[in-house]
T-cell receptor, first 112, second 111 residues
Framework: GQQLNQSPQSMFIQEGEDVSMNCTSS?????WLWYKQDPGEGPVLLIA?????ELTSNGRLTAQFGITRKDSFLNISASIPSDVGIYFC????????????FGAGTTVTVRA | SAVISQKPSRDICQRGTSLTIQCQVD?????MFWYRQQPGQSLTLIAT?????????ESGFVIDKFPISRPNLTFSTLTVSNMSPEDSSIYLC????????FGPGTRLTVL
């Protein structure tokens, strides 16, 4: 699948901060997914989005499916140390397609 | 969601040898996939493991290098053949239920 444009590539968080990352595509997607990968682990699904404009929360995480269907963002509110890791966006261009396209990832680390 | 396990979790192998990675799911699933994640990179789909038939490989991946078996709806194997240091990666299996879920990965180092 095509590579999604994910930004920022990395970010430093301070405990309590709100952080945001986003993903864009040159073509339309029908599904947007956000995963988190901890060191030595496989990606864990955080949020799945299936409809343009959809805004979905999972605890302190909120993600939105862009109205143009070409973008999505993920917000983390009141960040805590265990939020560190690599966050990947992924998308499916068609509802009957199972081949995910992935972003390059956003590495979140704690600011010293 | 399905519980996915992989064996081995990690291995260090010599160049020229082969390693078979197992993926076990706790429920029957139609779609299973194998991904590669090179160091510091995102995930790349290797192939779709089809139950009872040959796997469907993505561009850049061939059956001779990455033979895949899918004998039933809960199990699949990926073999990395004739390994070189460039094959050092994390190999992940995933399954499609309502969406895609990933196993814990196999971290392979080739010396």
């Amino acid at each position: 699948g095509q590579q999604l444009n994910q930004s920022p590539q990395s970010m430093f968080i301070q405990e309590g901060e709100d952080v945001s990352m986003n993903c864009t595509s040159s073509s339309i997607f029908n599904t947007w997914l956000w995963y988190k990968q901890d060191p030595g682990e496989g990606p864990v699904l955080l949020i799945a989005l299936y409809k343009a404009g959809e805004l979905t929360s999972n605890g302190r995480l909120t993600a939105q499916f862009g109205i143009t269907r070409k973008d999505s963002f993920l917000n983390i509110s009141a960040s805590i140390p265990s939020d560190v890791g690599i966050y990947f966006c992924a998308g499916l261009p068609r509802s009957n397609d199972y081949k995910l396209s992935f972003g390059a990832g956003t590495t979140v680390t704690v600011r010293a | 969601s399905a519980v996915i396990s992989q064996k081995p979790s990690r291995d260090i192998c010599q160049r020229g040898t082969s390693l078979t990675i197992q993926c076990q799911v706790d429920s029957q699933v139609t779609m299973m996939f194998w991904y590669r994640q090179q160091p510091g990179q995102s995930l790349t789909l290797i192939a779709t493991a089809n139950q009872g038939s040959e796997a469907t490989y993505e561009s850049g991946f061939v059956i001779d290098k990455f033979p895949i078996s899918r004998p039933n709806l809960t199990f699949s194997t990926l073999t990395v053949s004739n390994m070189s240091p460039e094959d050092s990666s994390i190999y992940l299996c995933s399954v499609e239920e309502d969406t895609q879920y990933f196993g814990p990965g196999t971290r392979l180092t080739v010396l």
